[in-house]
């Protein structure tokens, strides 16, 4: 397919698919994308992504389309600069197709705490929405709905990987540090991690390949050196690989009783899939795993709470009318008025767990909590943490290559369902998730095929089954996804996944 043919097609159904409010970037940007595409020469560009358009989620910055964080406080905000990954993209010849639709500033599970309104995922319940995830819920409805060729999300405790597997595609979150966060407006910095959505994971693998890099521009980005050491690990490990099967670990702790047979089923299913390739399974323990949740929702909104301080209608954000403003209080009207109530409610956490009398018992416990579960991953590894210098004295023989998990507990909830949950049971959708993204770890959601339209309606096509590996070893990750992909459609072509089985 031709450049402009690809082009014309994703902007069709971005007009087909607007119900769905992937996308929330003006209407008139169609005729902009178009321009970019057309040319009497040819693209001078030879890399898989020259002429492809990809979606940036909407708190990344992008010079020629605002950047609003889907908040009220950044509505007029025009970023001067492109963000790196923005950057090398259009280097690279990719097109933006435009900014996709996020809970505001990251901060939700469902894509439900926006400005522009709630996304919508393409598949319906009884003629009911569903869930798109969160926060990437845009990006990734726009890649499920094919908007576009691949889309950028940020990660910071499963909002790529959560929205991927409610929609049927590929999220992946890469290790933390590997790709810049020059340019991403911050939620939870030492989290956060630019991620890509796509149909596949070789697309996946061409968008992370152009998007991975040392950036002098951001602080937390590996530096050479480090990179250096990572590929040391990794030669080093594949130098003592006997033969291609790999140890597949599978963490009792993921065993949730809220787990969804369904999801479960998929689980096993997955797994009897690698033993019967020849790559054998091994139960492992995360003991930390436990208590990840609760850690990563104290230490997330402290962060949070100390980054948005600057969005107070004078250094950044639009300013409140200052009618009726007594004081020095203008700031406090402008955060009232322009931040939502999702934010604000984690703003106000974040600020007491960092105040003097909490710090001790809520963020300080919490980081503790943060350590244990990177130890917890470290053990049961086989390649050594290249960050480290501490090794754990287990058997390489008791040692695992990658862990499989499901990515969330449940298949997508309708829209309607979530007004009445509580703010813990919507945090619950992260419980798979949060672990990898405290350890800085790279993992990968895969749609797993599933058949559930003789129960109750419903239409839903795929659960999300998690792929994690150890730090740096995201080239391993994405080979062995692109690998179980193909494993998964020889298999399920004919005969999905079923919940009757």
């Given at each position: 397919m031709s450049s402009l043919s690809h082009v014309e097609r994703c902007l069709a159904n971005q007009k087909s698919f607007r119900a769905l409010n992937a996308f929330i970037t003006a209407e008139h940007h169609a005729q902009y994308v178009l321009?970019?595409?057309?040319?009497?020469?040819?693209?001078?560009?030879?890399?898989?992504?020259?002429?492809?358009?990809?979606?940036?989620?909407?708190?990344?910055?992008?010079?020629?389309?605002?950047?609003?964080?889907?908040?009220?406080?950044?509505?007029?905000?025009?970023?001067?600069?492109?963000?790196n990954v923005v950057q090398k993209l259009e280097d690279a010849g990719a097109i933006v197709a435009g900014k996709t639709n996020l809970d505001e500033f990251g901060m939700g599970s469902h894509s439900t705490h926006s400005v522009f309104g709630a996304v919508h995922n393409a598949t319906e319940t009884n003629d009911e929405p569903l869930s798109a995830g969160g926060s990437s819920g845009g990006s990734a409805v726009a890649v499920a709905s094919q908007q576009c060729?691949?889309?950028?999300?940020?990660?910071?405790?499963?909002?790529?990987?959560?929205?991927?597997?409610?929609?049927?595609?590929?999220?992946?979150?890469?290790?933390?540090?590997?790709?810049?966060?020059?340019?991403v407006v911050a939620y939870a910095n030492s989290m956060d991690t630019v991620g890509v959505l796509a149909a596949d994971s070789k697309i996946v693998r061409h968008v992370f390949h152009q998007i991975r890099g040392f950036d002098a521009s951001d602080p937390t980005s590996v530096r050479p050196s480090t990179l250096k050491r990572i590929c040391e690990t990794v030669s080093s490990r594949d130098a003592h690989r006997d033969g291609k099967s790999l140890r597949i670990g599978v963490p009792t702790e993921y065993n949730l009783e809220e787990l969804q047979p369904?999801?479960?089923?998929?689980?096993?299913?997955?797994?009897?899939?690698?033993?019967?390739?020849?790559?054998?399974?091994?139960?492992?323990?995360?003991?930390?795993?436990?208590?990840?949740?609760?850690?990563?929702?104290?230490?997330?909104?402290?962060?949070?709470?100390?980054?948005?301080?600057?969005?107070?209608?004078?250094?950044?954000?639009?300013?409140?009318?200052?009618?009726?403003?007594?004081?020095?209080?203008?700031?406090?009207?402008?955060r009232g008025e322009g931040l939502g109530e999702e934010v604000r409610k984690r703003i106000l956490l974040g600020a007491y767990s960092l105040s003097a009398s909490a710090i001790d018992n809520y963020f300080i416990q919490a980081q503790k909590v943060r350590r244990r579960v990177q130890e917890d991953f470290d053990r049961v590894f086989g390649m050594d943490n290249p960050l480290i210098s501490q090794r754990f004295g287990d058997l390489a023989s008791e040692k695992v290559d990658v862990l499989l998990t499901p990515t969330a507990p449940s298949t997508p909830p309708t829209l309607a369902s979530l007004a009445s949950r509580s703010s813990v049971e919507t945090f619950r959708d992260d419980v798979m998730t949060v672990p990898a993204s405290l350890a800085g770890l790279p993992a990968i959601s895969l749609p797993v095929p599933i058949d559930s339209n003789h129960k109750d309606g419903e239409r839903?096509?795929?659960?999300?089954?998690?792929?994690?590996?150890?730090?740096?070893?995201?080239?391993?990750?994405?080979?062995f996804a692109g690998n179980l992909e193909n494993l998964l459609q020889s298999a399920y072509h004919q005969t999905p996944i079923n919940d009757t089985d």
């Open positions: 321009r970019g595409s057309r040319t009497d020469e040819p693209n001078p560009k030879n890399t898989p992504l020259a002429g492809k358009l990809i979606a940036v989620k909407d708190n990344i910055c992008t010079v020629g389309y605002p950047t609003t964080c889907a908040s009220a406080i950044l509505k007029d905000f025009q970023s001067p600069y492109n963000a060729w691949a889309a950028l999300g940020t990660d910071t405790g499963g909002s790529v990987r959560l929205p991927a597997a409610y929609t049927g595609i590929v999220g992946f979150k890469p290790s933390y540090g590997l790709v810049s966060r020059y340019g369904v999801v479960r089923l998929a689980w096993l299913k997955v797994l009897q899939l690698l033993q019967a390739e020849g790559h054998s399974v091994h139960s492992v323990s995360l003991p930390a795993t436990k208590l990840a949740l609760s850690a990563y929702y104290v230490i997330a909104p402290a962060e949070a709470s100390s980054n948005l301080a600057k969005y107070d209608g004078v250094r950044y954000g639009t300013q409140a009318s200052q009618k009726g403003v007594l004081g020095n209080v203008l700031f406090a009207a402008t839903i096509r795929s659960v999300g089954i998690q792929v994690i590996a150890q730090y740096g070893d995201d080239d391993m990750l994405l080979e």
